[in-house]
């Protein structure tokens, strides 16, 4: 057999002609970066090349001002097998890892810019699900027991003040035992999470817990990489919510609570001043009943949040002035 059959086979099939490819001969670690990118110099995706050419580039430029040994290498190799194996239906490392380095909320910072007096996104986190159920105003997201009662109310908002009708808030949280209900093997049905309309007004409300600090899972690759960091693996209680309307940009945020001890080192960087909320407590048995709780003695905490949300202009508007300010380059001339 020519022993070069294949390999011609091989090319073939990508639709590559061997003797059109550049030559890559004599790697050494001066050249073997521009030759990395004269190899990926036939990607038909214009921004596909780019982002591999920027990755490229800072991957061999950390290697080398690092001067990274074989050793080392290797063990971030065994790091990232470890956290693929780790990943599962309910339990995603690889975000988590995304998450504890920063940088999902700087994607999500650059991707959902804010003008002022727009509700400021935060990460989404791992544990969102497809199967809440929609609930009906001023209803519980939270069985009975799960926590200590809280009612949650406000309204969605354009930057103008006017209501947005039929706002879909979903929203999800961890029990008064900081778990989430994916993270329980008996788990049944969705708790502790649900979805609402808003009311013509734009206004929404609903039964839920106080959620609680929790740490991040603590058995697997990640956490022990934030350990070694000198860090802990808690994140301080919130609540997520996540709206979508018909003629806006979709908002995803969660609410965290002043006086948390852990509001100012989450251990994935998710909060922002703007989303650090006071509470009150309710020690009111007939507000307590005409809210709906089943126990009205016990008192409640009682949270209220408006939400701005913008149109696909004003996002668009947002992220462009980002833009100009980090880079300097109009989208206009920027690389695709």
């Known amino acids: 057999m020519d022993p070069g059959a294949l390999a011609r086979e091989a090319a073939a099939r990508n639709g590559l002609d061997p003797a059109k490819l550049p030559p890559i001969i004599d790697m050494?670690?001066?050249?073997?970066?521009?030759?990395?990118?004269?190899?990926?110099?036939?990607?038909?995706?214009?921004?596909?090349?780019?982002?591999?050419e920027r990755l490229i580039t800072h991957i061999h430029d950390f290697v080398r001002e690092t001067s990274l040994t074989t050793k080392e290498w290797e063990t971030a190799i065994e790091f990232l097998t470890k956290t693929g194996k780790m990943c599962s239906d309910i339990r995603q490392e690889f975000i988590l890892l995304s998450d504890t380095l920063g940088v999902s909320t700087l994607v999500d910072a650059i991707n959902n810019a804010k003008p002022p007096g727009a509700t400021e996104g935060t990460v989404l986190g791992p544990f969102l699900t497809a199967d809440a159920k929609n609930l009906e105003e001023g209803e519980s997201i939270a069985t009975e027991g799960k926590g200590h009662y809280m009612y949650v109310e406000g309204r969605v908002l354009d930057t103008?003040?006017?209501?947005?009708?039929?706002?879909?808030?979903?929203?999800?949280?961890?029990?008064?035992?900081?778990?989430y209900d994916v993270q329980y093997?008996?788990?049944?049905?969705?708790?502790?999470?649900?979805?609402?309309?808003?009311?013509?007004?734009?206004?929404?409300?609903?039964?839920?817990?106080?959620?609680?600090?929790y740490s991040i899972p603590d058995d697997g690759p990640v956490a022990d990489m934030v350990r070694a960091l000198g860090r802990h693996t808690v994140r301080p209680a919130h609540l997520?919510?996540?709206?979508?309307?018909?003629?806006?940009?979709?908002?995803?945020?969660?609410?965290?609570f002043e006086g948390d001890p852990y509001v100012t080192s989450d251990v994935v960087f998710g909060v922002k001043s703007s989303l650090i909320m006071k509470t009150e407590i309710i020690n009111d048995p007939e507000l307590s009943k005409a809210r709906?709780?089943?126990?009205?003695?016990?008192?409640?905490?009682?949270?209220?949040?408006?939400?701005?949300?913008?149109t696909p202009e004003e996002a668009g508007a947002a992220r462009e002035a980002l833009r100009l300010k980090q880079t300097g380059t109009p989208s206009s001339t920027a690389k695709l």
């Open 28 to 52: 050494n670690s001066e050249n073997i970066t521009e030759n990395v990118h004269i190899a990926n110099s036939n990607c038909p995706d214009e921004r596909t090349k780019f982002i591999f």
């Open 160 to 179: 103008k003040g006017n209501p947005v009708p039929g706002a879909v808030i979903e929203t999800w949280e961890t029990d008064g035992f900081g778990h």
């Open 185 to 213: 093997e008996n788990r049944e049905e969705p708790d502790c999470r649900g979805r609402f309309r808003s009311k013509d007004d734009g206004s929404f409300s609903y039964r839920a817990v106080v959620p609680v600090p």
């Open 240 to 256: 997520h919510v996540r709206i979508d309307a018909p003629g806006f940009e979709n908002l995803t945020t969660a609410l965290y």
């Open 292 to 310: 709906g709780f089943p126990d009205p003695s016990k008192p409640h905490v009682y949270l209220k949040r408006n939400f701005v949300i913008l």
